[in-house]
């Protein structure tokens, strides 16, 4: 199996971990109520960070709806994920499932105990006591409609999520976001020259967004914007190169911003 291939068969495991099916009621021409369903796609997909490789041992998912327990739910392929293969648009899907119609408000990543990071070449277990014992929560207030159909997004930002200690070991502090297809903005864009090892930062008063554009062509992409007004900043990661600033970029649900091709000049 070549990298291609492998790369596609994660990205249908993370969009099985999104894809969930909702029952909820809705009223027959009597006035009675009837079960119906709602399908849910689950995607895993990265923010940007430093490190050669991210593992998380994706082992269950647990979704709490308004005024039920917890369902547990199992991946479809329960073990590892290098997670950093996932990033500027790419995703995969975790799971599907069929759960009772109305608003989700907290999903749990359960991990196993063989999580790591790879830094230099050199690999580190990831300690995850809290992740291990009671899960990794979101929350996340999105309603399902009988009938409807619905994708979901859980993006860990890797750079933010991870923490070396003082002993030179690291832990996992995960940093996460949920959002769906309906409350996602996108920024979009093409970063030169290609060794300007340069990153994307989206800035909406205390939110940063980022992320770290291809080695190969230069294209970024930030995912889940809420819709509001971005500062652009694309940082370059080497000496000699000046910063770029873009102020004013208005940003709406359901929509992509093509800020077109940034050359960072000397």
């Known amino acids: ?8 068969a994660l990205c249908t ?35 940007p960070s430093v490190y050669d490789h991210v593992y998380l041992d994706i082992q269950q998912v647990e979704v709490t709806m ?3 327990s917890a369902i547990t739910l ?41 999580n790591s990071v790879v830094v230099n070449s050199n690999t580190y277990a990831l300690g995850t006591p809290s992740a291990q014992e ?18 979901i997004w859980i993006d860990f930002d890797a750079g933010k999520s991870i923490v070396q200690t003082g002993n030179g070991s690291y832990k996992l502090k995960p940093v996460i976001r ?24 989206a800035i909406n ?6 992320a770290i554009p291809n080695s190969l062509d230069g294209y970024f992409v930030i995912n889940g914007a809420v819709a509001g007004t971005y500062n652009l900043l694309i940082s370059p990661g080497i000496v000699g190169l000046q910063a770029y600033f873009q102020s004013n970029i208005q940003v709406t649900y359901g929509t992509e911003v093509n800020v077109g091709t940034i050359t960072l000049v000397p």
């Open 1 to 8: 199996m070549n990298a291609t291939t492998k790369l596609k």
């Open 13 to 47: 495991c993370i969009l099985l971990i999104s894809a969930v099916s909702f029952q909820s009621c809705k009223k027959n021409s009597n006035g009675t109520t009837t079960a119906g369903n709602a399908s849910v796609n689950m995607h895993l997909t990265d923010g």
């Open 66 to 68: 308004s005024g039920s």
């Open 74 to 114: 199992a991946p479809i392929r329960a073990g590892i994920y290098d997670i950093l293969q996932f990033r500027n648009g790419l995703d995969t899907l975790l799971l599907r499932a069929t759960l009772p119609a109305g608003t989700i408000q907290q999903i749990r990543l359960i991990l196993g105990s063989n």
């Open 134 to 151: 009671s899960g990794v929560k979101l929350n996340l207030n999105a309603t399902l409609v009988a009938n409807g159909a619905y994708d």
């Open 178 to 201: 949920a959002y769906s297809a309906t409350t996602n903005g996108r920024i979009k864009g093409y970063v030169l020259p290609l060794n300007a090892m340069a990153t994307a930062y």
């Open 205 to 210: 008063g205390t939110d940063t967004l980022s």
